[in-house]
């Protein structure tokens, strides 16, 4: 614990979504205080927060007073600015660090990684005009996805090609970005692990969880997946893999596909994660605390379940099934104090406790 | 959901310590906003709402200005200025409401109230003097325990009689001020019981926990009580009883003492409760979100019990622990975030989930 930052000193957390809001919570938890940077008026996070600033990305004087202010600096989404980032780190440490961001801000990079490791992923190549699409998919076959390399989130920016009359369109969305083509991969169920790394080195890993999309965004979680020992424990080892390899400190989630011929790892997030929203009210150590724990240089928590969980999203007018979800049994309803919802706008989760 | 507070207005909570800083999380899962009313610099529940008033409780204008910027008032301790009170509730509505506080801020009142319902009380005499001291002691016998009528919080006030000689020296101790000699009871163990009641007049119960005391502080609650079910509907009886005849809005905490020849109730807390904190990791809806749900006006959540739970209080320099409760198995740590750790002072809890 000598590492470790004194309780009462401040978290200074880059972004003031719902992830930095469920960050600065679990950070009280453990009498830590939180100073949220975001561009945007009222974040979510700053209802939760003892200190916010509301500054552009680019605002030179908002981050050295920011970074002033605050020991260490974590954040909720893996695209901020590298200028931002260059300018902070000479500031204050951030957690984790800068290569964990280089390699997932970048889908190519992130992937060729993974293939240093030894670990599967989907087949892909890059793709940087209209006449690179068209070798790629000749390449990787139908059907595939066009993603930009940087910035995705929630199924944007993304285009699906199913045949050559989708090839121009799917790079005219791309509106010039670099790209990259993903191939399909056939999988039973796609699942991810939540793990974190500490100061000491130590890794931690919560049961990997069973997703379901629907439009592209997160739906449900489920724990436990509906896999086998054996494949439960090569999925926490691919996490580890990722965390060791990237000197890691803080939480990381690696989404997989579960396949007959093993893992097929289709991205990881350097941060909390949706997927582990279920650890709320599964775990006595949620994502979200042991992420502050790793971020300050306390001893990782124990992510032991004791309880299997089905976390459900409540996007844009899900909200309208409040009143009964607020009454459901074993329900545990999660808001975000977004202002208004918007179609596709991740409002809040529900964990439902079964047993 | 018609007369229910709408997500995103602001709950003012009178008192900023852990009580008001957990009831400000519990908040921000419904979408409210919180803000805090406290006459000391830097309260820990300021920490983690999104405004902050520090002001004394005889400030009118802090007051009034607070009070129109809230849609709600509610508080995290029993024993605030009457003066107080009246202000506020000509502004907006008090939740829980006079009634219960006028009760509960009394000892005599909440004696002779609880006696109006046909609950039991350890035996009690009004003391108002040294000679009415004598009285008492010669009518309830030895041991007994002279309190204050007011104020009375964590074995503060009191003074134990366990002979003649004490008499004269317990009245000094009260400095003058009116006090209840109250007999010992001879219990197996003490209970309590935390209920909530909502505007539609429904009431939800947590199952009882057991309480274990070091130097009048609760050291520890327990949950499953080692309670016959006979005694844990009893108990859960009281407390609706309880409710009701206050037409109470909020979370109660009543302790109970099981006793060969029934329950006999020790006080009520008309508020959220240490001994409710296990709730935080045993229950999908713990006692702050019940509160809060029944002073915004939402439904009750399904108070059930999912997890056995042991809660531990750390006092003062307990926090020396904190490095093994933090690697500590199924172990949830909850801190406050106070400044210094001073002897007898509430530092944090940690919930233990026993399986």
């Known amino acids: 614990m000598t590492d470790a930052l004194a309780p009462g000193r401040v978290i200074g957390i880059l972004g003031g979504g719902q992830l930095g809001r469920m960050l600065s919570v679990a950070a009280s938890r453990l009498g830590y205080r939180c100073h949220i940077y975001d561009p945007g008026v009222a974040p979510p996070a700053g209802q939760v927060a003892e200190y916010v600033t509301t500054a552009p990305w680019d605002d030179a004087a908002a981050l050295t007073e920011f970074a ?24 204050r440490p951030i ?34 005009s209209a006449e690179a699409l068209e ?73 990997p969880g069973e997703n379901l999309h629907k439009s592209g965004i997160l739906h449900e979680t489920r724990v436990p997946a ?51 929203h279920w650890t709320q009210n599964g775990c006595s150590v949620d994502q979200f605390e042991q992420h502050i724990r790793a971020v300050v240089g306390l001893p990782l928590g124990d992510g032991g379940r004791y309880a299997d969980v089905v976390m459900e999203n409540l996007i844009g007018d899900d ?16 808001l975000y104090g977004k202002p208004e919802a918007r179609a596709g706008r991740k409002m809040g989760h529900v964990n439902r406790i079964i047993r």
Chains 1, 2 share one sequence.
């Open 226 to 276: 509906r896999v086998s020992a054996r494949q439960r424990s090569d999925a926490v080892l691919v996490a580890a893999k990722v965390l060791n390899a990237l000197d890691y400190l803080g939480v990381l989630g690696v989404e997989m596909f579960v396949t007959p011929q093993g893992l097929i790892v289709n991205e990881i997030a350097p941060r909390v994660h949706n997927s582990g």
């Open 95 to 128: 957690r984790p660090g800068r290569r964990a961001l280089a390699v997932s801000q970048d889908r190519l990079h992130e992937k060729e990684f993974l293939q240093t490791l030894g670990l599967e992923t989907a087949p892909f190549a890059l793709v940087d």
């Open 135 to 207: 070798r790629a998919v000749a390449q990787i076959g139908t059907p595939a996805i066009l993603k930009t390399r940087r910035m995705g989130y929630d199924g944007k920016g993304q285009a699906r090609i199913d045949g050559a009359a989708d090839i121009q369109p799917a790079w005219d969305a791309m509106q010039g970005a670099p790209a990259i083509l993903e191939g399909f991969v056939t999988f039973s169920l796609e699942i991810s692990v939540i793990a974190a790394r500490g100061l000491s080195g130590e890794v931690a890993a919560f049961d």
């Open 319 to 334: 909200l309208d099934r409040l009143p009964d979800l607020l009454r459901a049994k074993d329900t545990a309803v999660h």
């Open 68 to 91: 002033a202010s605050v020991d260490v600096i974590t954040f909720e989404f893996e695209n901020i600015p590298t200028a931002t980032l260059v300018l902070l780190e000479a500031l």
